[in-house]
């Protein structure tokens, strides 16, 4: 038998849920624990796969991990000796590639495959290896490996960036933190995880400047001391429990968020029809369960994120009229509505847009999770339907939310999971 999570849909979630740290500032700020001269403490970190899997990977490198889920890491990195991640490793995580810009900023040398990870697009790296050439590092990519070395140090220099990219954004900042004077990031992403990494690296004494606009200075320095970090809550869960709120008719207040990275999708749950206040650390989300159908199309941040296109759109499934969903990031990112369209959706995929006619209800059938995204899009799919939903490879939702079936029946839902053989 192969493990499935089994959701019975219909009722409304109600109560209050605590947001976990952010997954894509974890796996930026893991990586970056490693330019530090001393050891320190990340806290907050949500207790999911990738976590782990970086955890095994500083530990591979030679680095000193203590690690007691939700409440801290201790990591000292003296010891790290090692510079290159297997391709056991690499492919574990998407964002091992930021193991690339933390060892060249450590020792001038990093060798790791190209990363894995969700399969929703080509998800080409060469703006990050551009900025690390850019930097006099010598990067060659050699039997699905990249390596990457800097024998004369690295030298500060301008970078700019021909697509706005949030991973290469981050493995700049990490390559340049220490290197010998000013990197100047231009065309820079904007995220709140990237302004959360120069937070980090800042209180451990570099000296980045500009993050969150799209030109970020960074003045190299020759010695990071230690600190004590948290990171900030993850956006992504946030707006999933958010859209599960309202797909499910309920009335649900998140704590320990930040309302204003949600600006996105509150003023789009706004438009559809559902109430949505927030306070400093907290947003609630009513639904009467009269949706109107919206417009979506995914942008870069301050836009709509594209990581929330997918619940969305599976919210949009029973809105009334028509929703049309243009998905600009990637290219892959509309599965899910192939599977949900197996639950009675009524959906046209052309290329990267999709055109939702709402129905009333959807129906419980057996349906597969293809990446992590599209594994909350189909529980939110799961959680509107009139009875039984079966979703196959659960797995992928692991990387991204922390336990969210406790998350989610401590909220009412009827959700399980049985395990595979
Ligand atoms: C980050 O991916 C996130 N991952 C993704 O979250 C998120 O979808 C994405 O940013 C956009 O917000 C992590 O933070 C670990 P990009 P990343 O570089 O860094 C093209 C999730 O579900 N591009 O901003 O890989 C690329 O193909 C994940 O949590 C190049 O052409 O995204 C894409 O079309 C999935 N060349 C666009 O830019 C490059 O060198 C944006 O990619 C780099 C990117």
């Excluded at 490198?61 to 690499?90: H, I, K, T």
């Excluded at 981050?170 to 904007?190: E, F, H, P, S």
Aim: proline fraction near 4%; aromatic fraction near 6%; hydrophobic fraction near 40%.
């Amino acid at each position: 038998m192969k493990e499935r999570m089994l959701i019975t849909g219909g009722n409304p979630l109600e109560g209050e849920v605590r947001v976990s740290g952010g997954k894509n500032t974890a796996v930026a700020v893991i990586p970056a624990t490693l330019l530090c001269d001393e050891p320190c403490t990340i806290e907050n970190l949500p207790d999911i796969a990738d976590v782990y899997a970086l955890v095994d990977i500083l530990r591979a490198l030679g680095a000193e991990v203590e690690y007691v889920p939700n409440l801290f890491m201790r990591v000292d990195p003296r010891p790290a000796d090692g510079w290159q991640v297997s391709y056991r490793d690499s492919q574990r995580l998407r964002a091992s590639y930021y193991l690339l810009g933390a060892l060249l900023g450590r020792r001038c040398e990093a060798e790791v495959y190209l990363p894995g990870g969700c399969a929703i697009g080509a998800r080409p790296i060469d703006q990050h290896l551009k900025g690390f050439a850019a930097l006099g590092a010598e990067v060659e990519q050699l039997g699905g490996r990249i390596v990457a070395k800097a024998e004369n140090g690295l030298i500060g220099s301008d970078v700019f960036f021909d697509v706005v990219t949030v991973g290469g954004t981050i493995n700049v900042m990490l390559a340049a933190a220490k290197a010998q004077g000013t990197t100047i990031i231009y065309n820079a992403a904007k995220e709140p995880h990237i302004v959360d990494l120069a937070n980090f690296l800042n209180s451990m004494g570099a000296k980045i400047k500009g993050a969150g606009t799209d030109v970020i200075r960074i003045r190299g320095v020759q010695y990071l001391h230690k600190a004590t970090y948290a990171v900030i809550p993850d956006q992504i869960e946030t707006g999933t429990l958010m859209i599960a709120a309202a797909a499910t008719h309920g009335d649900v207040v998140i704590h320990g968020c930040i309302p204003t990275h949600m600006e996105a999708l509150s003023a789009k749950l706004l438009e559809m029809g559902v109430r949505v206040s927030d306070s400093d650390d907290a947003i609630r989300v009513r639904s009467n369960g009269v949706h109107r159908g919206v417009n979506i199309k995914t942008q870069v941040y301050p836009g709509f994120p594209t990581d929330l296109q997918q619940p969305m759109s599976a919210l949009l499934t029973t809105a009334k009229g028509t929703s049309i969903i243009q998905e600009t990031i990637y290219e892959s990112r509309l599965k899910h509505l192939t599977e949900i369209s197996r639950m009675g959706a009524q959906v046209r995929i052309m290329d990267r847009t999709a055109i939702i006619e709402g129905v009333t209800d959807l129906y419980g059938a057996p349906i597969t999770a293809t990446d992590l995204r599209a594994g909350a899009a189909l529980v939110v799919a799961g959680l509107m339907a009139r009875g039984v939903t079966e979703i196959y490879e659960p797995h992928y939702i692991d990387r991204g939310y922390e336990h969210i079936e406790d998350k989610l029946r401590s909220l009412g839902a009827v959700i399980s999971r049985e395990k595979g053989e």
